[in-house]
């Protein structure tokens, strides 16, 4: 039976985006397209300035919104080092969109604290409201993001259980399953690498790391507040043990309690202000208000104040990008070298951190890790791998890469998500005999971000069925 050719995915799912981006060749790039550029930062964030010439500070970019009004609700910015600013972005494609789409006489529009466009437009006023430019502030060429903007940047789950291409999945041989769940793994591992190279290009690779890795930590609702505090950290001198680096971590996010706890959460805390009264001043203008946190529905295990203690410890240890680095050019392909990859980045007992969530809440009876097994393999898969591809991949090591590619496909998986739970249901028909592996799963998101997200729940118009009938 012959074999899938090794690029027939990425093939599939980038030819028709770079037609159409070669069509439109010259012209101004799609709304949505600014709307992911901006809901993922895919900018130089240490460079920004308004169209007027003053720096921009993005705290949080705020959270898309699908509903009528502003694109973006409950942003947070700092200009020239104002007070911060709460309140709505707008996205358009031109400056005169401002007027042109009525929003300067509707009163939703009035909580807009940035304007936000492609290229400045000279001679347009937007009532006041400061602009901001993308295209002077990309991270990588517009041209690099296309595929990556116009599929894996959207967000939709699909309500129907069963999908179209359920059946011709459950007729496909189970090797031709998996290389096709390999090659789309493939394609996500390296569109997270271009971001991360993005990301790299400006602010370097220990910091692109350690901003990956934050965000992570951050989960959904608390990415961007958790980068900034990354972005904040690279600033840092002279932390040399794990107290330091906790008063400075949660001193700048925001989390020094204003009045020492009780019991043994006011012993922990009055340390680390003997760290942190001694230094505030330094950073007191890059410290996160409350209001740039989500907490509301956290689990306890995940509350931001632990994971910072995590990041400490991550900190106060042997530098990370270089014991990956070092991984890398070692042993990825070792028996349990992959383990000793994800070993990396689990977190010592905490006499305080690993029995309490947060300052105000009770002792846990049994104490808990600060990073579990499956939190590791999600590090692994989606931050530490991709930026060691991109950096294998910038200094145009092709067999490096191999190698790395080869260890990705022998991570074992991490927990299900909802939307991984919901692929499955919808995608295939006989889920089981696949390994346990992360790639599958990597796999699976790939496929639904490339080809359900942009059909309905009946599938109208989606492509991926017959390129699975092409396939089998």
Same mark, same amino acid.
């Given at each position: 039976m012959?074999?899938?050719p090794?690029?027939?995915?990425?093939?599939?799912?980038?030819?028709?985006i770079e037609?159409?981006l070669a069509?439109?060749?010259?012209?101004?790039?799609p709304?949505?397209?600014?709307?992911?550029?901006?809901?993922?930062?895919?900018?130089?964030?240490?460079?920004l300035?308004?169209?007027e010439?003053?720096?921009?500070?993005?705290?949080?970019?705020g959270?898309?919104?699908?509903?009528?009004g502003?694109?973006?609700?409950?942003?947070?910015?700092?200009?020239?080092?104002?007070?911060?600013? *709460?309140?709505a972005?707008?996205?358009?494609?031109? *400056?005169?969109?401002?007027?042109?789409?009525?929003?300067?006489?509707?009163?939703?529009f009035?909580?807009?604290?940035?304007h936000?466009?492609?290229?400045?437009?000279?001679?347009?006023?937007?009532?006041g409201?400061?602009?901001l430019?993308?295209?002077p502030?990309?991270?990588?060429?517009?041209e690099?993001?296309?595929?990556?903007l116009?599929?894996?940047?959207?967000?939709?789950?699909?309500?129907?259980?069963?999908?179209?291409?359920?059946?011709?999945?459950?007729?496909?041989?189970?090797?031709?399953?998996?290389?096709?769940?390999?090659?789309?793994?493939?394609?996500?591992?390296?569109?997270?690498a271009?971001e991360?190279?993005?990301?790299a290009?400006?602010?370097?690779?220990?910091q692109?790391l350690?901003?990956?890795?934050?965000?992570?930590?951050?989960?959904?609702?608390?990415?961007?507040?958790?980068?900034?505090?990354?972005?904040?950290?690279? *600033?840092?001198e002279?932390?040399s043990?794990?107290?330091?680096?906790?008063?400075?971590?949660?001193g700048?996010?925001?989390?020094m309690?204003s009045?020492l706890?009780?019991?043994?959460?006011?012993?922990?805390?009055?340390?680390?202000?003997?760290?942190?009264w001694?230094?505030?001043?330094?950073?007191?203008e890059?410290?996160?208000?409350?209001?740039?946190?989500?907490?509301a529905?956290?689990?306890?295990?995940?509350h931001?104040?632990?994971?910072?203690?995590l990041?400490?410890?991550?900190l106060?240890g042997?530098?990370?990008?270089?014991?990956?680095?070092?991984?890398?050019?070692?042993?990825?392909?070792?028996?349990?070298?992959?383990?000793?990859?994800?070993?990396?980045?689990?977190?010592?007992?905490?006499?305080?951190? *690993?029995?309490?969530?947060?300052?105000?809440?009770? #002792?846990?009876?049994?104490?808990?890790?600060?990073l579990?097994?499956?939190r590791a393999?999600?590090?692994?898969?989606?931050?530490?791998? #991709?930026?060691?591809?991109?950096?294998?991949?910038v200094?145009?090591?092709?067999?490096?890469?191999?190698?790395?590619?080869?260890?990705y496909?022998?991570?074992?998986?991490?927990?299900d998500?909802v939307?991984?739970k919901?692929?499955?249901?919808?995608l295939?028909?006989?889920?089981?005999?696949l390994?346990?592996?992360?790639?599958?799963?990597?796999?699976?998101?790939?496929?639904?971000?490339d080809?359900c997200a942009?059909?309905d729940?009946?599938?109208?118009q989606?492509?991926?069925?017959?390129?699975?009938?092409?396939?089998?």
């Amino acid at each position: 039976m012959p074999s899938i050719p090794p690029d027939f995915y990425e093939r599939w799912v980038t030819e028709p985006i770079e037609k159409r981006l070669a069509e439109t060749k010259g012209s101004l790039p799609p709304e949505r397209w600014l709307q992911q550029i901006w809901r993922h930062q895919r900018l130089v964030r240490g460079g920004l300035k308004t169209t007027e010439g003053r720096r921009v500070q993005i705290l949080h970019p705020g959270f898309w919104n699908r509903q009528p009004g502003p694109d973006f609700k409950q942003a947070l910015i700092q200009i020239d080092g104002e007070p911060v600013r *709460s309140g709505a972005i707008e996205i358009d494609v031109e *400056s005169r969109g401002w007027r042109a789409h009525g929003h300067h006489v509707n009163p939703s529009f009035g909580e807009v604290i940035l304007h936000v466009v492609w290229e400045p437009e000279a001679g347009v006023d937007p009532a006041g409201v400061p602009v901001l430019a993308l295209k002077p502030f990309l991270d990588s060429p517009l041209e690099s993001m296309a595929a990556w903007l116009d599929r894996e940047a959207v967000d939709l789950s699909p309500e129907c259980v069963k999908g179209q291409c359920s059946a011709p999945l459950g007729a496909m041989a189970g090797e031709r399953m998996i290389e096709l769940l390999r090659q789309a793994s493939l394609l996500r591992l390296r569109r997270k690498a271009s971001e991360l190279a993005g990301l790299a290009r400006h602010s370097g690779w220990t910091q692109a790391l350690r901003q990956g890795l934050f965000g992570a930590l951050g989960y959904r609702h608390n990415t961007w507040p958790m980068r900034r505090v990354a972005e904040v950290c690279g *600033s840092f001198e002279g932390a040399s043990n794990v107290h330091e680096w906790q008063s400075r971590l949660l001193g700048v996010a925001g989390f020094m309690p204003s009045e020492l706890p009780a019991n043994e959460a006011g012993d922990h805390a009055r340390q680390l202000w003997h760290t942190w009264w001694r230094e505030r001043n330094v950073w007191r203008e890059s410290v996160l208000p409350r209001s740039a946190w989500t907490l509301a529905g956290v689990r306890p295990a995940n509350h931001p104040q632990r994971r910072l203690a995590l990041a400490a410890q991550w900190l106060a240890g042997p530098d990370l990008a270089e014991s990956a680095l070092a991984w890398f050019l070692g042993q990825p392909l070792a028996d349990g070298g992959v383990d000793m990859l994800m070993d990396l980045f689990l977190a010592q007992k905490d006499a305080f951190w *690993s029995r309490h969530p947060t300052w105000e809440s009770k #002792p846990m009876t049994t104490p808990q890790p600060l990073l579990g097994g499956a939190r590791a393999v999600d590090l692994v898969i989606n931050i530490v791998l #991709p930026w060691l591809w991109a950096r294998a991949d910038v200094g145009g090591n092709t067999v490096l890469r191999e190698k790395l590619e080869l260890a990705y496909a022998r991570v074992p998986a991490g927990e299900d998500n909802v939307i991984l739970k919901l692929a499955r249901q919808r995608l295939l028909a006989r889920p089981r005999g696949l390994p346990r592996l992360a790639f599958v799963q990597q796999g699976l998101l790939q496929i639904v971000r490339d080809f359900c997200a942009h059909s309905d729940s009946l599938c109208s118009q989606c492509c991926f069925p017959a390129l699975v009938r092409a396939a089998g």
